[in-house]
Every structure is written in structure tokens, then in C-alpha cells.
């Protein structure tokens, strides 16, 4: 079965101090693709970060990086010098197939303390 | 960039009323889009992904009798809710897709916020 798991339901994190978001993945499919996004309170999902199965190094974006670890299917995602503007819900997805849906984990709150 | 819109932003309808939530991919042709459904505090959950001139693929436990989807364009996805319950009431976001395979980044629209009365 194709899953996407988060298990931290809520972060907190000082400002300007990194903070790790964990997701772990199940799938056979050898070929697949993980995406992390930011929903603020208004609703709308921000691309972060995206990481092919293939992938030889971890992606980075800005102060966005992806540790992925693929014998233990995980794709954490590492925000460093976190900022206020960064509270928000964060989503990991795993896409999949020719058609490209993806699948969304939990989510997880992340609140930055100031 | 890649702009996506959806209309209205949010809507209130009384029970047993049809709704029509529209998608638009403002400044790229999608050759796929996809509707999801999240309620309060929730993940998104995929609904449906529809190719335009074709019929929309359905997830499983989802009822196409109940939400049609119509995917007129390349531009343009409708969603419909046909004879609306408050069990519906939900946050109803759309995304499209320029291309097909599992990099290609789906944009996402700002989401309908439905309340059925």
C-alpha cells in the first residue's frame, strides 16, 4: 500500500533556530517523487521542496532543505533560521505514476515562538 | 509563474441546492487537474483527477453521481455538488498540472470554502 506518514501533529520551534519535519513514505514503485508544502491559515498551498526517487543529492531551496534517506523511506524536511512568517501547517505528499497525483500525509503544525 | 484560480472563494447553500465551484489555470494549459477535499484540521484528500475531453477518474469511496466534474478546457475545470448536504461542507481546493509524470509540480488554487445550510 502507497502511504504517506507524519507523526508529529505539532512543532514548536525559537525563532531563528532550525526545526526538523519528519515524513516517511511506503511504496514499491521504484520510480516516485516528494513534495512538501505550506498552508497558512488562509488556505493556500505553497511549494517548498521537491525530491525525485532518483535523486542522488538531497534538494535544497532557500532555507528549505529535504534529508532524504531512501533505505529508510524517510523525507524530512529541514527549515532553518526559522521566522514567524513559517507557522503554518506543512504537508509532505508523494506522487505517483504517470498521472502525477499525489497522496498527503497528516500534516504537521509548526508554530515559531518569538 | 503558474497561476491557478478558483471561484467563488467561498459559498453558503442551503441543503438540497447544487453548487458549481469552477478551476482555472490562468497562464498555462493543464493537461491534467485534480480536485481534493479537506475538512477543518485535516489532510487533503484527493477526489478526483480529470483530463479535459475526458471523463474525470474517480478516487475510490468518492461519489461520482455527487460531485461532477467537468473538465471543458485546458484552462477550465468545473466541480459540481449536486444536491448538497452539511455533511459536504468542507474546503474544496483544486490544483493542474502542466504536465504528466511524478515530477511534474502541481499548482494549487486558493481553495472554495462551502458551507451548506
Known amino acids: 500500500a502507497q502511504k504517506i506518514t507524519q507523526t508529529q501533529p505539532g512543532m514548536f520551534v525559537q525563532e531563528k533556530e532550525a526545526v526538523t519535519l519528519d515524513c516517511t513514505y511506503d511504496t514499491s514503485d521504484p520510480s516516485y517523487g516528494l513534495f512538501w508544502y505550506k498552508q497558512p491559515s488562509s488556505g493556500e498551498m505553497i511549494f517548498l521542496i521537491y525530491?525525485?526517487?532518483?535523486?542522488?543529492q538531497n534538494a535544497t531551496e532557500g532555507r528549505y532543505s529535504l534529508n532524504f534517506q531512501k533505505a529508510r523511506k524517510s523525507a524530512n524536511l529541514v527549515i532553518s533560521a526559522s521566522q514567524l512568517g513559517d507557522s503554518a501547517m506543512y504537508f509532505c505528499?508523494?506522487?505517483?505514476?504517470?498521472?502525477?497525483?499525489?497522496?498527503f500525509g497528516q500534516g504537521t503544525e509548526l508554530s515559531v515562538k518569538p | 509563474g503558474a497561476v491557478v484560480s478558483q471561484h467563488p472563494s467561498w459559498v453558503i447553500c442551503k441543503s438540497g441546492t447544487s453548487v458549481k465551484i469552477e478551476c482555472r489555470s490562468l497562464d498555462f494549459q493543464a493537461t491534467t487537474m485534480f480536485w481534493y477535499r479537506q475538512f477543518p484540521k485535516q489532510s487533503l484528500m484527493l477526489m478526483a483527477t480529470?483530463?479535459?475531453?475526458?471523463?474525470?477518474?474517480?478516487e475510490q469511496g468518492v461519489e461520482k453521481d455527487k460531485f461532477l466534474i467537468n473538465h471543458a478546457s485546458l484552462t477550465l475545470s468545473t466541480l459540481t455538488v449536486t444536491s448538497a448536504h452539511p455533511e459536504d461542507s468542507s474546503f474544496y481546493i483544486c490544483?493542474?498540472?502542466?504536465?504528466?509524470?511524478?515530477?511534474?509540480?502541481?499548482?494549487f488554487g486558493p481553495g472554495t470554502r462551502l458551507t451548506v445550510t
Open positions: 480529470s483530463n479535459e475531453g475526458s471523463k474525470a477518474t474517480y
Open positions: 505528499a508523494m506522487s505517483l505514476g504517470e498521472g502525477g497525483k499525489l497522496i
Open positions: 525530491q525525485g526517487s532518483y535523486d542522488q
Open positions: 490544483s493542474a498540472s502542466k504536465g504528466k509524470g511524478i515530477n511534474s509540480e502541481q499548482y
